[in-house]
């Protein structure tokens, strides 16, 4: 059964200082996505990573991944309080995406 | 522009009545979805949709049903035995068969009188 975690589930941060969100997932399946959510809005599509070593950035966020370690990480540079929005990293399976339980990022001044 | 529709934004449900969410499509993707979100809790899948007049159950399909009769077009009935329907529900779409990125609807909260 393909599981995904995500960690931490909660993250609370001061504007300006950096910090990592993680995804560890089970599969052998290396289609890894983030995804952002504001309350009460939809999902948007952050970042796609393809293959081992993948890195992306935009802004203050930079997403990688591991496939070795089975590992993404979404890093957050300089926090600043637009960020402040839950996260969601999701694995592709081989006909369906499962996601993790979010990470609630609230960035305070 | 081309994108998701769901709707209606807010929906209602008296004990005992089916009700329909509406999701439609115009980026002429052939795979569609169903999502489920609880507070606090990640997205569980309910249906979903890789081509016309097909469709198979995900992880929580109990107590909902589903067509697929075009393919921009795949509603949500949420029946009376879905005895805790009250939740936000997102539809999406891909392009293909495989687990590509997913594009969201705006999702409808629907909540029990």
């Known amino acids: 059964e393909l599981k995904v975690e995500q960690n931490p589930l909660f993250l609370s941060m001061q504007e300006g200082k950096n910090y990592t969100i993680y995804c560890n997932y089970s599969?052998?399946?290396?289609?890894l996505y983030w995804y952002r959510q504001d309350p009460g809005k939809s999902l948007e599509s952050l970042f796609v990573l393809l293959s081992n070593g993948a890195v992306k950035q935009e802004g203050r966020l930079m997403a990688s991944l591991d496939t070795k370690a089975r590992l993404s990480t979404l890093h957050i540079t300089a926090a600043v309080h637009d960020l402040s929005a839950t996260y969601f990293c999701?694995?592709?399976?081989?006909?369906?995406?499962?996601f993790g339980k979010g990470t609630k990022l609230t960035v305070n001044p | 522009d081309g994108g998701i529709t769901q709707s209606p934004k807010y929906l209602f449900r008296k004990e005992g009545q089916n009700v329909t969410l509406s999701c439609e499509q115009n980026?002429?993707?052939?795979?569609m979805y169903w999502y489920r979100q609880d507070p606090g809790q990640g997205l569980r899948l309910i249906y979903y949709s890789q081509i016309v007049n097909d469709f198979q159950k995900g992880d929580i399909a109990e107590g909902y049903s589903v067509s697929r009769e075009k393919k921009e077009s795949f509603p949500l009935t949420v029946t009376s035995a879905q005895k805790n329907p009250t939740a936000f529900y997102l539809c999406a779409s891909s392009m293909s068969r495989t687990n590509e990125k997913l594009f969201f609807g705006s999702g409808t909260q629907l909540s029990v009188l």
């Open positions: 599969t052998t399946s290396d289609r």
């Open positions: 999701a694995q592709g399976g081989s006909e369906k995406l499962v």
């Open positions: 980026l002429n993707h052939d795979a």
